[in-house]
């Protein structure tokens, strides 16, 4: 089974802090993504990464980055946090390709709360 | 991608099958149509996907209308666990680093 896992399910942080949010998949895939996911707005994505040290803005990148040095881990960074940034977030990962590995798979989601 | 209409809701007895529709009547030629859910607090979880075929696999059933502008996404014997919101989502193939497009999806509720 293909398995994507985020650092933490539930964080809090406060305004103006740096916040890292890490995805972990053990599938050797090369595709991965953050999306965050809030009430009537469905889910955005903020970056995207096809390969080692790759990355494509999403649809919302400002106010982050990311880091993808190995293969396997996909980092999400909050380079100053705003209560605006409140929101669940999540990682998938892909493989690239055509046929069923194109299909995305998600981790458990990490709710963060900026105060 | 193309967009897709789905019920807001729907009720389903526990034990009994779960039947989804979903319409995409712009659908083209070279976009799949996916489904998958997401229980209350947890990451969405991929269900199946097909192109015109119909599909099962170990959790449901995709049945796609010969023109390919609706679906049915069937859970053959509901569980409680099965309660959660299905999404419905037409996508091209070779859309490599592209998103997926979540609509507002159905809200199933699998009751006792």
């Known amino acids: 089974d293909v398995k994507v896992t985020q650092s933490s399910r539930y964080l809090v942080k406060r305004t103006g802090e740096k916040v890292f949010l890490e995805c972990v998949q053990d599938?050797?895939?090369?595709?991965m993504f953050w999306y965050r996911q809030d009430p009537g707005l469905g889910l955005r994505l903020i970056y995207f990464s096809y390969d080692v040290k790759m990355k494509e803005k999403g649809d919302i990148p400002e106010g982050y980055s990311v880091s993808r040095e190995k293969k396997e881990r996909f980092s999400l960074i909050l380079e100053s946090a705003s209560t605006n940034q409140t929101s669940m977030y999540l990682c998938a990962s892909s493989l690239r390709g055509g046929g069923i590995q194109e299909t995305q798979y998600f981790g458990p989601g990490t709710r963060l709360l900026v105060l | 991608d193309a967009k897709t209409t789905q019920p807001t809701s729907m009720d389903c007895a526990e034990g009994r099958a779960a039947n989804l529709p979903c319409n995409h009547s712009t659908i083209s030629g070279n976009e799949y149509v996916y489904w998958y859910r997401q229980i209350h607090s947890q990451g969405p979880q991929y269900i199946i996907h097909g192109l015109k075929n119909n599909e099962t696999n170990e959790m449901a059933s995709l049945i796609i209308t010969e023109d390919r502008k609706s679906s049915t996404l069937i859970l053959p014997h509901a569980t409680l666990r099965d309660t959660a919101v299905y999404y419905c989502i037409v996508r091209a193939r070779g859309n490599q680093g592209g998103k997926l497009i979540f609509g507002q999806g159905t809200e199933l509720s699998v009751k006792p």
């Open positions: 599938m050797d895939h090369e595709n």
